[in-house]
């Protein structure tokens, strides 16, 4: 059974820093393009970043570039977001998603593993 399991959200002030986290079972993310989307209050879920199988290829939306960091640890079957210069427009429940082989999917439909999501809330 595969399980996708996120933390490291919390409340955080504006122009701090936070990571979370996502650890997998049943799943080795060696073989999966991994991604952190988000969910804003009263929107819809947006992707945030994703890296391929290999770390060599990773997307940013707009609003994070030069911001957060998706990275990948194979040896503890993990992937993090650091997150810098946090806005409070970047408070959302944050989820890591993961898809089979390299993809470039955007969008939630292009996932097929879920973790249940982590709070992260900035204040301003």
């Known amino acids: 059974q595969v399980q996708l399991v996120e933390s490291g959200g919390k409340l955080v002030q504006a122009g701090g820093s936070l990571r979370v986290s996502c650890a997998a079972s049943?799943?080795?993310?060696?073989?999966?393009?991994v991604a952190w989307f988000r969910r804003p209050p009263g929107k819809e879920r947006e992707i945030v970043a994703y890296?391929?199988?290999?770390?060599?290829?990773?997307y940013y939306t707009d609003s994070v570039k030069g911001r957060f960091t998706i990275s990948r640890d194979s040896v503890k079957n993990a992937i993090y977001l650091q997150m810098n210069s946090l806005k409070p427009e970047d408070t959302a429940i944050y989820y890591c998603?993961?898809?089979?082989?390299?993809?470039?999917?955007?969008?939630?439909?292009?996932?097929?593993?879920w973790g249940q999501g982590t709070q992260v809330t900035v204040s301003s």
């Open positions: 890296i391929n199988r290999s770390g060599g290829t990773t």
């Open positions: 998603a993961a898809a089979p082989g390299d993809t470039v999917a955007t969008g939630p439909s292009g996932y097929n593993f």
């Open positions: 049943g799943l080795t993310f060696n073989f999966y393009t």
